[in-house]
């Protein structure tokens, strides 16, 4: 029998190592840009085309390489950063593996130029699939720029398992949000598809976060400093008012690695302790600096996991040094949390005094007259199950509102005249209460409305027209570069609901129409909403994205507690309910009602 081991060819083994690298490409993003700085680069041009699946390319102007230098790069295990072994324990560069050249060049066609500061020309070199394919002699700048195209061309399995550009686009902008935001003395620009996206001038840490994240995000900010022998913590947390429903920007950086760490995670959230709501998640962008002797980056691929020698100190004077920051900006545990987290987003136009949504019916109106193939429920007889009434309604559609309507907010009772005169009263702003057959029914008015609304949001996308309300005066919109993408994303599922928008140059939208509940105040704060709960609702993220969308708006614009209803408004709302699909749950799985029989009442009596 002969021998059966055999060493890897030297490009399956690259492939290899890419599969654990380079997942997508943002990975390989965060490679070359990790490589432009540990070169010393004050200057990094990114340029993007289709989210990177196109290209990638990373210009810097960092220290270059020798013609050898840049042949060996693309050498897997081949390194300037690590001489040996004991290195590993003192990195203070991003990279240190030597593998990310060689992975990328296995998979991708990649053109190299570089030249140092002491050469006349630079070189160019060409590989596709891990072979070289040319070189030549080039004039360029100092520094080095290469160009990654056609990313897995040659592992189809890798690149149908790529998302959408939208998707793949967010992924790219948050690394490079990351690495900008590491380091905010560096100059950093990206473009995408020619549309510039980032433009960040170098500055101090907290100007890099008004850069990334909006000019707003400034005030939002405590700053957090602590210096200890083992442990130095510069940063901001988000002040509690500003804490997002979903997680929000949650920054680690240790010796200016992005780092994801769930148990330092933790001593945020309990410095933050009281000051948040339940299910509200803070902010913070904390720089750590320890002694790299007293960590080990080296135990994860992307290097986005550490582990610290001393990790319960590290834990202790986080929480600490946080705590002790909240209390110093006197943040008082006393604020109202109650009020909307989305009216807070970090873009400056928010900072106008939210106005609550307005509801208003209009007696005369009637979405439904055009509808010809409502069968309306009859009223229930004496003696019959309430569920009676809730039979053949799954395939009653909702007309789509006329565009000219702008106030009305619930579909209006009609036809069923039951509903139009019977008896009901809100009671503690909260609830419709109303009695049938023998029986007190009470509705929680916010589910109540959720459900029709979202019933309403459902069909438009699935099937109606657009139900939209023209703006006489297009609004514009500037958004964050990942919000923008977001909204990018779901953009024909908006649209279907009513949101009419284009894109207009750099991270803005005009929008030219909008739902027809949605205020002209509420509109930005309305699709922040819907952006920020797209990306990060972890209830939601298995549904498909037309289901969430539909209710994640009919959340947002339900009638919400403390809202006085008129009787016309709860009648009308009770006629849309009773159309819904099973209207004794809510969307987001709420009991709707609650029925309380005269035996029940009579039980309190005996
Ligand atoms: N932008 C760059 N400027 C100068 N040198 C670079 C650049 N990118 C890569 N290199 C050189 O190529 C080597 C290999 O890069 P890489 O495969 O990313 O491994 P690592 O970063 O882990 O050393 C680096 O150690 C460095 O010497
Ligand atoms: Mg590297």
Request: proline share 6%; hydrophobic share 40%; net charge neutral.
């Amino acid at each position: 029998m002969p021998d059966i081991i055999q060493l890897l060819p030297e490009i399956v083994a690259n492939q290899i190592a890419a599969g654990e690298v380079i997942q997508r490409p943002a990975s390989a993003l965060k490679e070359l840009m990790e490589n432009a700085i540990d070169a010393g680069a004050t200057n990094i041009k990114v340029i993007v085309r289709e989210a990177g699946k196109s290209l990638i390319q990373v210009i810097d102007n960092g220290c270059g390489m020798s013609e050898t230098d840049a042949r060996m790069s693309f050498e897997r295990y081949a390194t300037s950063k690590l001489r040996k072994a004991d290195d590993l324990y003192a990195i203070r560069t991003m990279g240190f593996r030597g593998e990310a050249l060689a992975s990328i060049a296995a998979i991708a066609h990649v053109e190299l130029r570089t030249r140092r500061d002491v050469d006349e020309t630079g070189i160019q070199l060409s590989i596709e699939g891990g072979e070289f394919t040319g070189s030549l002699p080039v004039a360029c700048n100092q520094g080095t720029s290469i160009s990654v195209k056609n990313l897995f061309f040659n592992v189809p399995a890798r690149r149908n398992f790529l998302k959408s550009n939208a998707a793949e686009m967010r992924h790219v902008i948050e690394e490079f949000q990351r690495v900008a935001l590491a380091h905010p003395s560096i100059e950093f620009t990206m473009l995408h598809n020619e549309t510039e996206v980032f433009s960040l001038r170098p500055g101090n840490f907290r100007q890099r976060i008004a850069g990334v994240f909006g000019l707003g995000y400034n005030e939002k900010l405590v700053p957090v400093e602590e210096d200890t022998t083992l442990i130095n913590i510069k940063g901001f947390t988000g002040k509690p008012e500003f804490a997002r429903k979903s997680r929000g920007e949650q920054y680690f950086f240790v010796n200016h690695r992005f780092i994801k760490d769930p148990y330092l995670h933790h001593a945020i959230a309990n410095a933050f302790e009281e000051l948040l709501p339940a299910g509200a998640f803070p902010s913070y962008f904390l720089m750590l600096e320890i002694d790299p002797a007293k960590i080990d980056v080296n135990i994860h691929p992307t290097k986005t996991e550490i582990k610290f020698e001393d990790d319960r100190s590290v834990y202790a004077i986080l929480r600490s040094s946080v705590k002790r920051a909240l209390g110093k900006f006197s943040v008082s545990p006393t604020l109202n949390f109650e009020q909307e987290s989305t009216f807070n987003l970090p873009l400056s136009h928010l900072s106008q005094v939210p106005v609550p949504p307005r509801i208003q019916v209009n007696p005369s109106f009637n979405p439904f007259r055009t509808e010809t193939e409502i069968r309306f429920p009859s009223p229930v007889k004496p003696g019959q199950d309430w569920s009676e009434l809730y039979k053949g309604l799954a395939d009653v559609k909702f007309a789509a509102p006329s565009k000219n309507q702008e106030t009305i907010s619930l579909p209006e009772a009609q036809g069923n005249d039951w509903i139009q005169t019977i008896p009901c009263f809100q009671l503690a702003m909260k609830y419709i209460v109303l009695p049938y057959e023998n029986k007190l029914l009470v509705i929680d008015q916010q589910a109540a409305h959720e459900k029709v609304l979202y019933e309403k949001n459902l069909a438009a996308i699935h099937k109606h027209p657009v139900a939209s309300q023209h703006l006489v005066f297009p609004k514009t919109l500037e958004m964050g570069p990942q919000q923008f993408n977001l909204l990018m994303e779901m953009k024909s599922e908006l649209k279907a609901v009513g949101f009419d928008m284009s894109e207009f140059g750099k991270n803005t939208f005009v929008i030219h129409g909008v739902p027809p509940l949605v205020n002209h105040e509420e509109i930005g704060p309305t699709l922040e909403f819907l952006a920020e709960k797209f990306e990060s609702n972890p209830e939601t993220i298995r549904l498909e994205k037309s289901e969430k969308i539909a209710r994640m708006l009919a959340a947002r614009m339900a009638v919400k507690p403390g809202r006085q209803m008129l009787v016309p408004e709860m009648r009308s709302l009770l006629d849309g309910l009773f159309r819904c699909n099973l209207p004794g749950k809510s969307p987001s799985g709420k009991q709707i009602f609650y029925q309380l029989s005269a035996d029940d009442i009579a039980q309190k009596f005996s």
